[in-house]
């Protein structure tokens, strides 16, 4: 688990925009994508954002595997 600062983008001068991850591509949007994920990240947690976009993020289920049957010890 990261801390929060991990994550960063970089716009480049065709339009496209790299994310990385601990200074690691994680990902590069081009087109309509590059400009729904600029508008996004403008307006909300940056970090969050970008998490979500790379799928970088829980998933919610953690609890739901550690109660099943074949997880249980």
Not at 40 to 69: C, F, I, S
Request: hydrophobic letters at 25%; glycine letters at 12%.
């Amino acid at each position: 688990m990261g801390r929060p600062g991990d994550f960063g983008y970089d716009q480049r001068p065709d339009g496209s925009v790299e994310i990385t991850h601990h200074g690691r591509r994680a990902t590069t949007l081009r087109g309509a994508r590059a400009e729904d994920f600029l508008a996004e990240v403008t307006a909300g947690d940056p970090q969050l954002v970008m998490a979500r976009w790379t799928g970088n993020y829980k998933r919610g289920n953690e609890r739901t595997a550690r109660a099943h049957p074949r997880n249980r010890r």
